[in-house]
Structures are given as C-alpha cells and as structure tokens.
C-alpha cells in the first residue's frame, strides 16, 4: 500500500512519464495518417514511404521494404495499362455510337429528300441524291472500321485482363503492408495501429468514396438513357401517325414515316450505351457494395481499440473482410462483360443495315429521271 502511495504521488509531482491513453494513441495515429483526400482517388503507393517518413516512419520502414516497393510498382503499371485499354475503348465505342446517329440522320435526309424531289429547285439533284447517300456511306463505313477495331482489337478483352490484374496488385499489397510483423517502435505509435490506419486512409475510405460517388454517376447517366430512349419511341410513334394521316392528304407526307429510321438510331444509341456502361445495373451494384463496406466501416472504431491492446488477428480479420467485398464485387463486374460484348455486336448489326440501306436508296435516287422545268 505504501508502494502504491508512492508511485501515486511520484506521478503526480511529475516524476514518472503519463502513460498515453487508448484514445490518445488512436487520435495521435490517426493524425498521423491523415484523413483520406480526393487527391487518393487514385493511389501512388511507391510515393507513401517518403510522405510518411516524418509522421509514421515504423510503417515508411515497411514501405520501403523491397517486397513492398515491388508490389507497389506492379499495382501502378497495371492499373496504369488498365486505364489505358478502358480509355481506347471507350474511345472508340462512342465514336461507332455516334456514326450510327450521323449515318442515320443522312438516310433520313435522302429519304426525304426523294419524296420531296419536286420541290427541289436544283438543276442537277442527282447529286443531292449522291452527296446524302455518299455521306451517309461514309459515316456508317467509318463505324463498322470503329467496331472492327474493337473487336479483332479485343480491346474489350484487353480492359477486363488489365483491370482484373490491377486488382489482384490492389489487394496484394494491402494484404502484404498490414500482414509485415517487423519494424521498430521509435514513434511511439503502435505498428499494428499505423498499419490500420494506412489501411483505412488508402483502401477502405478510397474504396467508400468510389462506390458512392460512382453509384450517383452511373445512376445519373442511366436516367438520362432512358431520356433518349423515350425519345427515339416518341419519335418513331409520332412519325408513323403522321405519315398515315398526312399521307393522305399529300401523298409525298407519307414519307415522313423514314423518320423511324432516326428514332430506331437514337435507340440503337441509347442501348449500346447502356449496354457499354451498364449504368443501370453498376448503379445497383456499387450501390450495394457501397453500403457492405459503409458497415465495415462502422466496425472500424472496435477494431482500433482491439489492435492498439494488441491484437494482431483483428487486424487480419478486418483487412480480409473488406477485400471479400471487393472481389465479390470485382467478379461480378467481369461477369457484366458479357453484356458489354453483346452491345458491340449489336452496334455492328445497327451499321450494317443503315449502310445497306442508304447505300440502296442513294442508288434508286440517282437514277431518277430529272425534270429541269
């Protein structure tokens, strides 16, 4: 007892060092750390080491490590090719999109334009005829060269593989830089806890933010599909009533029914986005894996308190808890790449036809006798 007494009044004049609390040390690793940014949406880890030399140096140690380094390097490259072989498809869709559209709109204006044929006040309207038609061959050539590019490219394949790897990196390295038992204590902070809290900052909350923010994107883009495929119904439905009830007042209206042919290209539009994309069902799914991790991440505030006592398994625990959910939502992703192929082949039969067909009707057109008078 009067041992006890003595140390207590030590302590209290300031003799013996205050022992740090729990919370003081989860606060004080935290700080550390620092709170994840918008400027870690997309990571650098084989920059960390020197940005966390000052602040968390037994982790730098770590990240420095050879294992690590090379980890980090291999995640980088992949995730750089995976942005790359995304972007030239994407590329490359949207432009095979857009000359549908284009080649459409031409073989509307040449359909027209015959019915209308009389009202033209053009000495020579064979050439109306041939540059419509031309122009219309032209665009619907030039996505058919898009599309056959995407697919004898395997650009579709190539994105999946380099993305699929890049995650395989992600994780990897992760699962490497919180699983590393060595390193020293000169900061005082305890290792397990800078390692969860590198965790958190650079995969959990990155991963949090991405899925929500992508969720609202790919919702947003979906609404504004529907948009247009309400539009090119409308469209369709307006122009065939029309042509009906005016065509029988002047037979020339009649032809007012190739407006179909536009609104069927502005759906062919809208569904090899949707069907590229996948708005709609990545809208669902990240939304549901936005909220999986959201209540991981509500678990995180125990999980600080179990490893700054010590424990190594819950840091083991959470780590692989949040990395289930990522690759089930990774697997599922490629799965949706079935999907995407079959818009492509979609889009290749949409050119197809609009070629056939302006390439017919520029034809009948030109050989139309013309009166001049």
Known sequence: MARACHFEKLETEGWLPMLPSPEELINATIEALGKSAKTD???????????????????????????????????????????????????????????????????????????????????????????????????????????????????????????????????????????????????????????????????????????????????AASRRTLAVSSWAVFVSTLSAGLAGVLGAWWPALASLAALSVLGSALSSFASVKESGNQDRRNAERYGRTYESLEQLESKLPAVRHAVTAGSSKALNQFVRAVHEQLSLEHRQWLRGAEAISDGVASLEETLAGLKDQTASISSCQAKQPVNAG
């Open 41 to 219: 949406y997309r990571i650098t880890p084989t920059t960390h080491a020197r940005e966390l030399a000052e602040r968390a140096g037994e982790l730098a140690e770590i990240l420095r490590t050879s294992e690590a380094l090379v980890a980090a390097r291999q995640y980088e490259e992949r995730d750089q090719r995976a942005r790359d072989a995304r972007d030239r498809f994407g590329r490359l869709t949207s432009r095979a999109r857009w000359a549908v559209l284009i080649a459409a709109c031409f073989a509307v204006a040449l359909m027209l334009a015959g019915a209308f044929a009389e009202r033209l006040q053009i000495a020579d309207r064979g050439w109306v005829f041939i540059a419509l038609g031309g122009a219309g061959t032209v665009a619907g050539a030039l996505g058919t060269m898009w599309v056959f590019r995407i697919r004898e490219g395997k650009l579709l394949d190539e994105w999946m593989q380099h993305r699929a790897h890049a995650e395989t990196r992600r994780l990897a390295y992760f699962a490497l830089v919180t699983g590393c038992r060595n390193g020293s204590t000169g900061s005082g902070l305890p290792l397990r806890l800078q390692q969860l809290e590198y965790f958190r900052r650079y995969q959990l909350e990155v991963q949090v933010r991405y899925y929500r923010d992508r969720s609202a994107e790919h919702l």
